[in-house]
């Protein structure tokens, strides 16, 4: 059965320093991988999801996440933290041969200093 | 832009009680989901739903849950009678295919008393 695990429940960052969020997962074939982003009192908003090819995956407002295989990690990465970048932020794997549900992870909330 | 759609955005209800949640996903879509998070807990993934039946399900989705779609456009979550944990956001989700990304509704916060 595939899994989430995000390491970190709470990170802290300065605005303007570098955005890590990690993600890795377990999953005995090739998943699907997406960040979700959720503001608070607001519902998931996609940030960028991985299915194939490229393994470097851009999304909105300037993050992006490496699909590396050998590591089963899909960590996430912005290089200048922002204030409106405050929120909770979900990794989530998916088999498209299961029907597409989504595994998520517990979760990450950033938060970020001026 | 389409965007799926959820009422009501709040429901309160007492111990025993059955609810509904209704939720309209992007009109061309064929997906259909189910989560809910806890308050302080990750999403958990409760049902999905195709071609007029459910596809697969959670061992959360006992038999106090069902799910219908009664006509083209809704698609509805119930709960027979609620306890104190079913106390969540519960989120619904759609898309037009498993290999797809997922568009989530902004979610129904149900409290149980």
């Known amino acids: 059965a595939q899994s989430v695990t995000q390491l970190g429940s709470h990170v802290s960052v300065s605005e303007g320093a570098l955005v890590l969020l990690r993600c890795n997962y377990s999953s005995s074939v090739p998943p699907y991988l997406f960040w979700y982003v959720q503001y608070p009192n607001q519902g998931l908003q996609l940030l960028l999801k991985y299915t194939t090819g490229a393994t470097l995956v851009k999304g909105i407002n300037g993050f992006e996440a490496e699909f590396k295989k050998s590591e089963t990690s899909f960590h996430l990465t912005k290089p200048s933290a922002h204030m409106s970048d405050a929120a909770e932020y979900f990794c989530?794997?998916?088999?498209?041969?299961?029907?597409?549900?989504?595994?998520f992870g517990q979760g990450t909330e950033l938060s970020v200093k001026p | 832009e389409p965007e799926v759609t959820q009422t009501p955005s709040h429901q309160v209800t007492q111990m025993g009680q059955e609810v509904i949640l209704r939720c309209v996903p992007i009109s061309n879509h064929l997906y259909f989901y189910w989560y809910r998070q806890i308050l302080g807990q990750k999403v958990e993934f409760l049902v999905s739903f195709y071609n007029n039946e459910i596809s697969e399900k959670s061992e959360i989705f006992d038999d106090q849950f069902s799910v219908e779609r009664p006509d083209g456009s809704n698609f509805t979550l119930k709960i027979r009678s609620t306890k104190l944990e079913d106390s969540a956001m519960y989120f619904c989700?759609?898309?037009?295919?498993?290999?797809?990304?997922?568009?989530f509704g902004p979610g129904t916060r149900l409290t149980v008393t």
């Open positions: 989700a759609s898309n037009p295919g498993p290999s797809y990304e997922q568009y």
């Open positions: 989530a794997v998916s088999l498209y041969n299961q029907g597409g549900k989504l595994i």
